[in-house]
T-cell receptor
Framework: AQKVTQAQTEISVVEKEDVTLDCVYETRDTTYYLFWYKQPPSGELVFLIRRNSFDEQNEISGRYSWNFQKSTSSFNFTITASQVVDSAVYFCALSEAQAGTALIFGKGTTLSVSS | NAGVTQTPKFQVLKTGQSMTLQCAQDMNHEYMSWYRQDPGMGLRLIHYSVGAGITDQGEVPNGYNVSRSTTEDFPLRLLSAAPSQTSVYFC?????????????FGPGTRLTVL
C-alpha cells in the first residue's frame, strides 16, 4: 500500500533562513512518481515538482531544491533564504505507474515565514 | 482554457439535505477525481474516474456518489449531508495514463453542514 508521511506538522522560520520540509514515502512498486504541491493562504493547490523513481538527481529551481533518496525513501524539499511569500501548506504526494492510479497525499506541513 | 472549474465556491447545508458539487474540465482529460481536505488530514481521495462511464471508490467514499456521463463533467453528490462532511472539496483531472501526469486542481468548494 502507498503511504506518504510528513512528520513536521508546522514549521516557523524568520525570513532569509533556510528550511527543509521532510517527506518519507512507502510503496511496493519499483516505478512511481513523487510530487510536491504548495497551498498558499488563498487555498489553491499549486504544482511544484514531479520526480520519477528512476531519476535520483537532485533538482534546483531558484530558491527551491529537492533531494530524492531511494535508499531512505525520502523526497525532501528545501527552501533557501525563505521569504514571507513562502508561507503556505506544502504537500508531498505519491503516485504509482499504472493507469488509473490515485495520487496519495501526506498530511502537509504548514510553513510560516515571519519578517 | 478554463482548466478545472468547481461550483459553488461556498455552500452551507443543513443536516439531511442533499446537494451536488459540480466539477468540469476543458482539457479533455480522461482521469478525474474528488478529494476532501480536513485540518491536519491532508487531501483524501473520495472517488475517481478513469473515463466516461467508469468510476471507482477512493479512501473515503461513504456518503458520496459520483457519475461520469461525459469526459468533461464529474459531479459529486451528497445524498444526506452530515456535519462530518464539513470540509473543503477539490476536484482534479489529469491526462490519460498512469501516475506520471501532473494533476490539475480546481479552486475548491468550502462546504459547511450544520
Amino acid at each position: 500500500a502507498q503511504k506518504v508521511t510528513q512528520a513536521q506538522t508546522e514549521i516557523s522560520v524568520v525570513e532569509k533562513e533556510d528550511v527543509t520540509l521532510d517527506c518519507v514515502y512507502e510503496t511496493r512498486d519499483t516505478t512511481y512518481y513523487l510530487f510536491w504541491y504548495k497551498q498558499p493562504p488563498s487555498g489553491e493547490l499549486v504544482f511544484l515538482i514531479r520526480r520519477n523513481s528512476f531519476d535520483e538527481q537532485n533538482e534546483i529551481s531558484g530558491r527551491y531544491s529537492w533531494n530524492f533518496q531511494k535508499s531512505t525513501s525520502s523526497f525532501n524539499f528545501t527552501i533557501t533564504a525563505s521569504q514571507v511569500v513562502d508561507s503556505a501548506v506544502y504537500f508531498c504526494a505519491l503516485s504509482e505507474a499504472q493507469a488509473g492510479t490515485a495520487l496519495i497525499f501526506g498530511k502537509g506541513t504548514t510553513l510560516s515565514v515571519s519578517s | 482554457n478554463a482548466g478545472v472549474t468547481q461550483t459553488p465556491k461556498f455552500q452551507v447545508l443543513k443536516t439531511g439535505q442533499s446537494m451536488t458539487l459540480q466539477c468540469a474540465q476543458d482539457m479533455n482529460h480522461e482521469y478525474m477525481s474528488w478529494y476532501r481536505q480536513d485540518p491536519g488530514m491532508g487531501l483524501r481521495l473520495i472517488h475517481y474516474s478513469v473515463g466516461a462511464g467508469i468510476t471507482d471508490q477512493g479512501e473515503v467514499p461513504n456518503g458520496y456518489n459520483v457519475s461520469r456521463s461525459t469526459t468533461e463533467d464529474f459531479p459529486l453528490r451528497l445524498l444526506s449531508a452530515a456535519p462530518s462532511q464539513t470540509s473543503v472539496y477539490f476536484c482534479a483531472s489529469r491526462p490519460t495514463g498512469g501516475g506520471y501526469n501532473e494533476q490539475f486542481f480546481g479552486p475548491g468548494t468550502r462546504l459547511t453542514v450544520l
